[in-house]
């Protein structure tokens, strides 16, 4: 069974990185789709984070990580998912995911939305309070996997952004 992971990832979390672990053991094959937003500004670009992804999960069996534009379910149906996969922090996340996952059936009836809550050590964890403990200077080492505190730290210290190899 194959579950696809939507999401920006603008970091990658360890939030992010435990849902995709969970899903590898209970369905096997996990597609981490990269959303590439062309309304939003991300604060990396969309080959970093995808390398980001890749080298965090490098460990895992059953990982592609792809990007893609556009509608969730079309990305699932051409990336012949079963599910797709969301996480939950908090109760303010389950409105927004319910409302997320009632778009998405209507919009493709062959997809269920399968919601996974996050460990409670990670529940606090978000990609925007990442970026804001990193662009103030504080360690983000407990939050993301290596190669992102890294550059966050590059990009941070230097106010240059990264490319895919990590070089400014």
Do not use: W
Not at 113 to 130: D, G, M, Q
């Amino acid at each position: 069974m194959r579950v696809l992971y939507p999401g920006s990832f603008d970091p990658l979390t360890f939030g992010h990185l435990d849902l995709i672990q969970r899903a590898c053991e209970l369905f096997g094959g996990v597609v981490v789709a990269v959303l590439k937003n062309p309304a939003k500004k991300p604060t990396f670009d969309l080959e970093r984070r995808l390398h980001q992804i890749k080298m965090a999960t490098g460990h895992l069996n059953g990982v592609e990580t792809i990007s893609f534009e556009g509608l969730t379910v079309s990305c699932a149906r051409a990336n012949k998912a079963d599910l797709i996969l969301r996480g939950l922090r908090a109760m303010s996340d389950f409105e927004y995911e319910l409302q997320i996952a009632h778009t998405n059936r209507s919009l493709d009836a062959d997809f269920e939305t399968i919601f996974l809550a996050s460990e409670a050590h990670h529940s606090f964890l978000s990609s925007s309070v990442v970026k804001e403990v990193a662009r103030f200077g504080g360690t983000v080492a407990h939050m993301v996997p290596e190669i992102v505190a890294r550059d966050l730290e590059r990009l941070f210290n230097s106010g240059e952004s990264t490319n895919q190899n990590g070089e400014h």
